[in-house]
DNA sequence: TCTGGGGTCCTAGGACCC
DNA sequence: TCTGGGGTCCTAGGACCC
C-alpha cells in the first residue's frame, strides 16, 4: 500500500489570528512582534507587510524602516494556542494519526483511509474549507508519499494552498525548487554547498557517496543525498530523544551589574523548575546561557549525581555557573537558564533520605498549584475587567 | 539593519571502564 | 614498555526549525 501524508501547515498564522479577532487590522499590513524601541525581532507578519519586504525573525528596526506605517501588535502565545488546539482537534477528525509538529502546523498520516474519506485532494479539501468555517482562517496542505514531500508541498502553493506531489514525479517537483529553500538547508549549509560548487539538487545526486561524505561529513552528506532525491531524512521524530525545559531573556540594555543578573537567575530558577514540576519530568543537569554584548554566546552545564528538586537549589547552582563563565569583561545581553536531558517518564526517583531540599521541594509544589490557581484568577479577573 | 525565545539533533573530544 | 577497541556518559558548540 502506498503511504499517503498531508503536511497541514497555517498561513501567516499568529498574523492571521490577530486579523480575524480585530477586523480592522484585515487586509493592512500587520506586524507581530518587533514592537518600535524594544530589542526583538518580527515573530510573524500578514501578506500585505509581506510586501514591503518584512519577513519572520527579521529585527524590529528594520521592519519599522521597510514598513513604517504597518500596524505592529505584541505577541499573544495564550491566543494562538487556543486556535492550534482548535485546528489540531480539526486534523484530529480526518486522520487516524496527527503528528503536531509546531504550533501551527501538522503532519496527517493518510495512509490507508481512501476507501473510507476518499481521494487524499478532496479530503485535504474539506479539511481547508472545515478550517476556514470554524476558525476563519486558512491553511495550506501539502500531499505527498512521505512527511518530507508534504512539508515542502504545503508551502508550494501558499496561502490557501492545495499540492499534491504525484508518484513519479517526486525528483521533477524536488528540481522546480531552488536547493537553498529545502527544509533543512540553512545559512551554513547553503554557504558550504556554494563554496563547494553546488547549487542544485541534480548535482547532489550525481556526486558520489564517498565525495559527499569528504567534504560534508557522513550525517550531512546522508541528509543532503535523501533530501535531493526527494526521501525523509527524518523530518520528524515521533519520540524525541531528549527533552529540555530552559527560559531564557534578552535585557534591553546590556547588563553589567552582578546583583541585577543574580536577580534574573533567581527568577529563572523558579521558572525553569516550575515548568519542570508541571510536566511531571525531572532533571539533573542544568545549563546556563550567556549572550554578551558583542553577540558572543555560550553555554555551561553540570549534572548532578541526583535530580534538582528545588528552586533555590537551582539558583544557587546556576550563580556557580555564572561565576565559571562570566569574567566581567563584557556586559551580559541574554542570560538564560535551563534543564537538559530531562527525565519525563515521571519516575525521576526521589532520594533515599529526606533531603534538606525535600521540605523546601513541598512548598514548591503547594506554590505550583497556587499559581496555576492564581493564573485563572487572572484570567477570570481580566475577563470581568473587559466587560463593559 | 543589529540581531527573540523555545526547542531538537549532531559532532567531537575527554573521562572512565572493561 | 607500549598501547587495542568498544561502550557510555558528559560537555560545549553549532546547525536548524518555527
Redesign the pocket.
Known amino acids: 500500500m502506498d503511504s499517503v501524508y498531508f503536511c497541514a501547515d497555517m498561513d501567516a498564522f499568529f498574523a492571521s489570528v490577530e486579523q480575524h479577532d480585530n477586523p480592522d487590522y484585515m487586509g493592512k499590513p500587520l506586524i507581530v512582534?518587533g514592537l518600535e524601541g524594544h530589542?526583538?525581532?518580527v515573530?510573524a507578519c500578514s501578506y500585505e507587510a509581506r510586501k514591503f519586504g518584512v519577513h519572520?525573525?527579521m529585527?524590529?528596526?528594520?521592519a519599522h524602516?521597510l514598513c513604517p506605517d504597518g500596524i505592529f501588535v505584541p505577541v499573544r502565545m495564550k491566543r494562538y494556542k487556543e486556535v492550534s488546539d482548535h485546528i489540531m482537534e480539526i486534523f484530529s477528525r480526518f486522520a487516524p494519526e496527527v503528528i503536531q509538529?509546531?504550533?501551527?502546523?501538522a503532519f496527517l498520516d493518510m495512509t490507508g483511509t481512501e476507501k473510507l474519506m476518499g481521494k487524499p485532494e478532496e479530503v485535504a479539501a474539506r479539511i481547508k474549507a472545515c478550517v476556514k468555517e470554524e476558525t476563519g482562517l486558512t491553511v495550506s496542505i501539502g500531499i505527498g508519499e512521505n512527511r518530507y514531500l508534504a512539508?515542502l508541498a504545503s508551502d508550494y502553493r501558499k496561502p490557501d494552498g492545495l499540492y499534491q506531489v504525484k508518484k513519479g514525479q517526486e525528483i521533477e517537483f524536488i528540481d522546480s525548487i531552488p536547493l537553498k529553500k529545502?527544509?533543512?538547508?540553512?545559512?551554513?549549509?547553503?554557504a558550504h554547498l556554494e563554496k563547494s560548487g553546488i547549487s542544485t539538487a541534480a548535482q547532489i545526486r550525481n556526486l558520489s557517496d564517498t565525495l559527499m561524505e569528504g567534504m560534508f561529513?557522513?550525517?550531512?552528506a546522508e541528509f543532503l543525498k535523501a533530501i535531493a532525491y526527494g526521501k525523509d531524512p527524518?523530518i520528524c521524530?515521533p519520540?524525541?530523544?531528549?527533552?529540555?525545559?530552559?527560559?531564557?531573556?534578552?535585557f534591553e540594555q546590556d547588563v553589567g551589574d552582578y546583583a541585577v543578573l543574580k536577580d534574573t537567575l533567581l527568577w529563572l530558577s523558579h521558572q525553569i523548575l516550575f515548568?519542570l514540576l508541571e510536566k511531571g519530568w525531572s532533571s539533573?543537569?542544568l545549563?546556563l546561557k550567556l549572550r554578551l554584548d558583542?553577540?558572543s554566546?555560550?553555554?555551561?552545564?553540570?549534572?548532578q549525581d541526583n535530580a534538582f528538586t528545588s528552586a533555590e537549589e537551582v539558583f544557587q547552582a546556576s550563580l556557580l555557573l555564572l561565576q565559571k563563565k562570566w569574567d566581567r569583561r563584557h556586559n551580559v545581553?541574554?542570560i538564560?537558564l535551563?534543564f537538559?536531558?530531562a527525565d519525563i517518564t515521571g519516575a525521576g526517583q526521589p532520594s533515599l533520605f529526606e533531603d534538606i531540599h525535600e521540605k523546601q521541594n513541598k512548598v514548591e509544589k503547594a506554590v505550583l498549584k497556587l499559581n496555576s490557581r492564581f493564573r485563572q484568577n487572572q484570567m477570570i479577573k481580566a475577563a470581568l475587567l473587559k466587560k463593559p
Open positions: 512582534g530589542r526583538g525581532v515573530s519572520s525573525a529585527p524590529a528596526a528594520t524602516k509538529n509546531s504550533i501551527d502546523e512539508k529545502l527544509w533543512g538547508i540553512g545559512k551554513s549549509t547553503w561529513g557522513k550525517g550531512a527524518g521524530m519520540e524525541p530523544k531528549s527533552r529540555s525545559v530552559s527560559n531564557e531573556t534578552t515548568r539533573k543537569t545549563a558583542n553577540f554566546t555560550s553555554t555551561i552545564q553540570i549534572t545581553r541574554l538564560g535551563g537538559q536531558n
